[in-house]
């Protein structure tokens, strides 16, 4: 509400309302969105307002300046999407930092529409050819990729020269404009530089840009039904648009160490079975060797006893 000497302006949500469509095909994120329509409704609250004051005054001369000096005029205004494009930047804030060596997956905002408004967006798969493309929604090995900087370890910023290995331990490359991971070697086709739109940080859900060494982005088509991820072009709009996704680490758990309990340990000598005589068995008789059977008996290797014959009763 803007409010003035004379005059009151309501603003609600239902009657202006940006257009989506427009914003996302020029690729503005909602941060900007929102920035521009703040701007629009203060210069239509400030207009109201100051053409309101400017009457009340006329009033005053005519009667002769005995009506009081107004008041200064106050303003408020409760833009919902301001609201949310701050709780979004609060909430990049403490999202974890992107670290060289983490495993990420890119999510593309090219996706199929899913209530109205929001994406849902596939992620870039590396095949086990080289090929690359974003056809599934998958979180598996095959999306996996490991951001490397090429100064070394340390948080990912904005402006850092980057290198994407695939889990078959290969590295996006571009060439003119297509996109495959054939390649085990660094170099300039496989260095991309990463942006955000604000220089801002690069943190778990931070929305990235990757500039291949030809200067255009890499990008996934929505019309392109078969997901191809191609470097088509300079811009920097939704189809270039990639949300990174790290990896969450493998949970630790606490392992309670091993308890064995060990028979005590005594001095008593060992005992061993007595010795048999050669042939001093006779029928029946358990035995281990047929030496130890006598009378022409075998030790039988079943039943473990002296015997003529297996038929022997």
Same mark, same amino acid.
């Given at each position: 509400?803007?409010?003035?000497?004379?005059?009151?302006?309501?603003?609600?949500?239902?009657?202006?309302? !940006?257009?989506?469509?427009?914003?996302?095909?020029?690729?503005?994120? $909602?941060?900007?969105?929102?920035?521009? =329509?703040?701007?629009?409704?203060?210069?239509? &609250?400030?207009?109201? &307002?100051?053409?309101?004051?400017? $009457?009340?005054?006329?009033?005053?001369?005519?009667?002769?300046?005995?009506? &009081?000096?107004? @008041?200064?005029?106050?303003?408020?205004?409760?833009?919902?999407?301001?609201? =949310? %494009?701050?709780?979004?930047?609060?909430?990049?804030?403490?999202?974890?930092?992107?670290?060289?060596?983490?495993?990420?997956?890119?999510?593309?905002?090219?996706?199929?529409?899913?209530?109205?408004?929001?994406?849902?967006?596939?992620?870039?798969?590396?095949?086990?050819?080289?090929?690359?493309?974003?056809?599934?929604?998958?979180?598996?090995?095959? @999306?996996?990729?490991?951001?490397?900087?090429?100064?070394?370890?340390?948080?990912?910023?904005?402006?850092?020269?980057?290198? =994407?290995?695939?889990?078959?331990?290969?590295a996006l490359t571009v060439n003119e404009i297509s996109v495959t991971a054939k390649s085990t070697e660094k170099s300039n086709a496989s260095r991309f530089i990463i942006e955000?739109?604000?220089?801002?940080?690069?943190?778990?859900?931070?929305?990235?840009?990757?500039?291949?060494?030809?200067?255009?982005?890499?990008?996934?088509?929505?019309?392109?039904?078969?997901?191809?991820?191609?470097?088509?072009?300079?811009?920097?709009?939704?189809?270039?648009?990639?949300?990174?996704?790290?990896?969450? !680490?493998?949970?630790?758990?606490?392992?309670?160490?091993?308890?064995?309990?060990?028979?005590?340990?005594?001095?008593?000598?060992?005992?061993?079975?007595?010795?048999?005589?050669? %042939?001093?068995?006779?029928?029946?008789?358990?035995? =281990?060797?047929?030496? @130890?059977?006598?009378?022409?008996?075998?030790?039988?290797?079943?039943?473990?006893?002296?015997?003529?014959?297996?038929?022997?009763?």
């Open positions: 509400w803007a409010q003035g000497a004379g005059c009151s302006l309501v603003t609600d949500r239902s009657v202006i309302r !940006p257009r989506r469509r427009g914003a996302r095909q020029l690729g503005l994120s $909602g941060d900007v969105r929102s920035m521009r =329509l703040v701007v629009v409704l203060s210069v239509v &609250a400030l207009a109201a &307002a100051s053409a309101g004051g400017a $009457g009340q005054k006329d009033a005053c001369r005519d009667s002769g300046g005995a009506c &009081a000096k107004p @008041q200064r005029d106050s303003m408020l205004l409760q833009i919902r999407y301001g609201q =949310l %494009g701050a709780f979004k930047a609060s909430a990049m804030e403490s999202a974890a930092k992107i670290e060289s060596g983490d495993i990420v997956f890119l999510k593309v905002l090219t996706g199929v529409p899913h209530n109205a408004s929001r994406w849902v967006g596939n992620r870039v798969t590396v095949m086990p050819t080289g090929d690359v493309h974003a056809k599934w929604d998958h979180t598996g090995a095959w @999306q996996q990729i490991t951001i490397e900087r090429e100064a070394g370890p340390g948080p990912v910023q904005s402006g850092d020269a980057v290198f =994407l290995w695939s889990h078959w331990k290969k955000t739109r604000n220089g801002s940080a690069i943190v778990d859900g931070a929305s990235v840009f990757f500039k291949a060494h030809t200067g255009n982005r890499m990008d996934v088509r929505p019309e392109d039904k078969e997901g191809v991820v191609q470097a088509n072009f300079t811009d920097m709009g939704l189809w270039q648009e990639i949300v990174l996704e790290r990896k969450a !680490p493998p949970a630790t758990t606490t392992e309670s160490p091993d308890v064995t309990t060990e028979a005590p340990m005594t001095d008593a000598p060992a005992t061993s079975a007595p010795c048999v005589a050669e %042939g001093s068995l006779g029928k029946c008789q358990p035995c =281990l060797k047929s030496e @130890q059977c006598g009378g022409g008996r075998y030790c039988d290797p079943y039943m473990k006893k002296c015997v003529r014959s297996s038929n022997e009763p």
